[in-house]
T-cell receptor
Framework: DQQVKQNSPSLSVQEGRISILNCDYT??????FLWYKKYPAEGPTFLIS?????DKNEDGRFTVFLNKSAKHLSLHIVPSQPGDSAVYFC????????????FGQGTRLTINP | NAGVMQNPRHLVRRRGQEARLRCSPM?????VYWYRQLPEEGLKFMVY????????ESGMPKERFSAEFPKEGPSILRIQQVVRGDSAAYFC????????????FGDGTRLSIL
């Protein structure tokens, strides 16, 4: 039962343009959502998060949007830079879940010069 | 380095041996989580511990796997009698334990079973 889904295994974007990564979830009890970035042979690095009481959170080039009715969140990166090339994971947690994170399968983002 | 420290980074074991993976949380963090990542998949939760207590082990296989976080020293994930299917990257994360606070990850231990 995949409660968090990232349906695009890969995404290719030109440098300077906007990258949009998508994530869908099925568990309506999720109330906290995070995006992590992962380089090969390294651990996931926390990027940005959003709680369910908000629909948008922004930090520099990164913005996360949450649509609770559609059970959908997205990460916007603008402008995209070569160093953004990595695998991006969305994750979610629920209050009754003892803070354990449920991860999507990841989307590999490639920024082309 | 005040980040989450995991060792070893790579561990090779033969079938039937024991594997011990260690994790020191970020300074100030007393909540530790272990996750496993199989190739081309996302991370899967295994266990959540606080000092000397297992809070949630719902993701741990029922046999051969155990975890501890003693009063002193790192958290240990122990896999007894390893099998080929245990080959994976094992990641540890730590947090302050408060609601809506991110978990911060170490660089993982890559376990290979011969």
């Amino acid at each position: 039962d995949q409660q968090v889904k990232q349906n695009s295994p890969s995404l290719s974007v030109q440098e300077g343009r906007i990258s949009i990564l998508n994530c869908d979830y099925t568990n309506s009890m999720f109330d906290y959502f995070l995006w992590y970035k992962k380089y090969p042979a390294e651990g996931p690095t926390f990027l940005i998060s959003i709680s369910s009481i908000k629909d948008k959170n922004e930090d520099g080039r990164f913005t996360v949007f949450l649509n609770k009715s559609a059970k959908h969140l997205s990460l916007h990166i603008v402008p995209s830079q070569p160093g953004d090339s990595a695998v991006y994971f969305c994750a979610a947690s629920a209050p009754e879940g003892a803070q354990k994170l449920v991860f999507g399968q990841g989307t590999r983002l490639t920024i082309n010069p | 380095n005040a980040g989450v420290m995991q060792n070893p980074r790579h561990l090779v074991r033969r079938r039937g041996q024991e594997a011990r993976l260690r994790c020191s949380p970020m300074k100030g963090h007393s909540h530790v989580y272990w996750y496993r990542q199989l190739p081309e998949e996302g991370l899967k939760f295994m266990v959540y511990l606080q000092k000397e207590n297992i809070i949630d082990e719902s993701g741990m296989p029922k046999e051969r796997f155990s975890a501890e976080f003693p009063k002193e020293g790192p958290s240990i994930l122990r896999i007894q009698q390893v099998v080929r299917g245990d080959s994976a990257a094992y990641f540890c994360a730590s947090s302050l334990g408060q609601a809506n606070q991110p978990q911060h990850f170490g660089d993982g231990t890559r376990l290979s079973i011969l």
